[in-house]
C-alpha cells in the first residue's frame, strides 16, 4: 500500500474541492493518504520524505504569489533532499488576474529545481470545479498513482 500525503490551501474551498476529489480518488485505489491543510495543520517539511507522492494544493490569489498560510513551507522546502521524489500540484485560481494560477507554477517549478519528479500535468481549475473539472482531478490522481508504479 503506498503512502501519499496531499497538502491543500484554500481560501474560498475551491482548492480544497479538487483535493478531496483527488482524495477520495487515491482511497479507492487502496493507497493510504493524509490530508493536511495549510490554514489548520501543523506541516514539517521533513514529513514530506515518509511519503510514496506528495501532492501540493494551493489558491492563486491577487498577484498569484505562493498563499501566506504556505509561504514558511514553501521556504522550508530547500531544507530537504527532494530529488527524485514523486510530486505534483494543484489548484484554483481567477482569470481575471494577469497570471491565472501563479502559485502552482511557482511551487511546481520550485520543487522542479529542488529535484523533485512531478505528476506531469499540473493541474488548473477556474474557480470552483465544476463536474469536468472533477473528472480531471481524479485523472490527475490516476496519473500521479501511476508513476509509483513505474518506480516500484
Known amino acids: 500500500m503506498n503512502k501519499i500525503l496531499v497538502l491543500c490551501s484554500s481560501c474560498t474551498g475551491n482548492t480544497e474541492m479538487m483535493a478531496k476529489a483527488i482524495v477520495d480518488y487515491i482511497q479507492k485505489q487502496n493507497?493510504?493518504?493524509?490530508?493536511?491543510?495549510?490554514?489548520?495543520?501543523?506541516?514539517e517539511v521533513e514529513e514530506l520524505l515518509d511519503y510514496d507522492l506528495v501532492?501540493?494544493?494551493t489558491h492563486s490569489?491577487?498577484?498569484?504569489?505562493i498563499p501566506?498560510?504556505?509561504?514558511?513551507?514553501?521556504?522550508?522546502?530547500s531544507e530537504v533532499d527532494l530529488t527524485d521524489r514523486l510530486m505534483g500540484v494543484f489548484g484554483s485560481g481567477e482569470s481575471f488576474y494577469d497570471v491565472f494560477c501563479e502559485s502552482i507554477e511557482l511551487m511546481g517549478d520550485?520543487?522542479?529545481?529542488?529535484?523533485?519528479?512531478?505528476v506531469p500535468e499540473r493541474l488548473k481549475v477556474e474557480l470552483e470545479p465544476d463536474d469536468d473539472d472533477i473528472i480531471r482531478c481524479e485523472a490527475f490522481a490516476e496519473k500521479a498513482c501511476a508513476m509509483i508504479?513505474?518506480?516500484h
Open 31 to 43: 493507497n493510504q493518504v493524509v490530508f493536511k491543510s495549510f490554514e489548520f495543520d501543523l506541516i
Open 55 to 57: 501532492l501540493i494544493g
Open 61 to 65: 490569489a491577487d498577484d498569484g504569489q
Open 68 to 77: 501566506y498560510e504556505a509561504e514558511d513551507f514553501y521556504d522550508e522546502l
Open 110 to 118: 520550485h520543487l522542479e529545481h529542488l529535484g523533485a519528479k512531478l
Open 149 to 151: 508504479q513505474e518506480v
